[in-house]
């Protein structure tokens, strides 16, 4: 009898070995991707950091100055062709400008059809 409870003790004692070792690996795997994510978390924050410093940045922020001056002196132009009845589309905002020429191949392009006007 006293060998069967001690060979079941030594199953029991190794069963508790196996799932030690599966902790420790779950372990070393955890730390291992703690360790993924804290490098990745880094890489933001200094991400975050060059990017706060180059909107901090004496240039960034005359560039910011000088586009609300610009932004304010075509308000205050439209708003003096809006009381003269003239139109403001003579003021267009800077993001209003468009200076972007489209091909002739898209320009004869019909997206309801998705085909192609014939050249004229």
Not at 34 to 44: C, D, L
Request: charged letters at 40%; proline letters at 3%.
């Amino acid at each position: 009898m006293r060998n069967v409870s001690e060979l079941w003790k030594k199953v029991d004692n190794v069963k508790n070995y196996n799932k030690r070792l599966k902790a420790l690996e779950d372990t070393k795997r955890i730390e291992k991707d703690n360790a993924a994510f804290t490098e990745r978390v880094k890489k933001v924050e200094r991400l975050v950091e060059a990017m706060t410093e180059e909107y901090n940045s004496e240039q960034a922020q005359r560039e910011r100055a000088a586009e609300y001056a610009e932004i304010q002196r075509i308000g205050e132009l439209r708003k003096q062709a809006f009381l003269n009845g003239e139109s403001m589309d003579k003021y267009p905002l800077p993001f209003e400008k468009t200076e972007f020429e489209l091909p002739e191949e898209l320009k004869r392009f019909i997206p309801s059809t998705g085909a192609y006007k014939e050249k004229e």
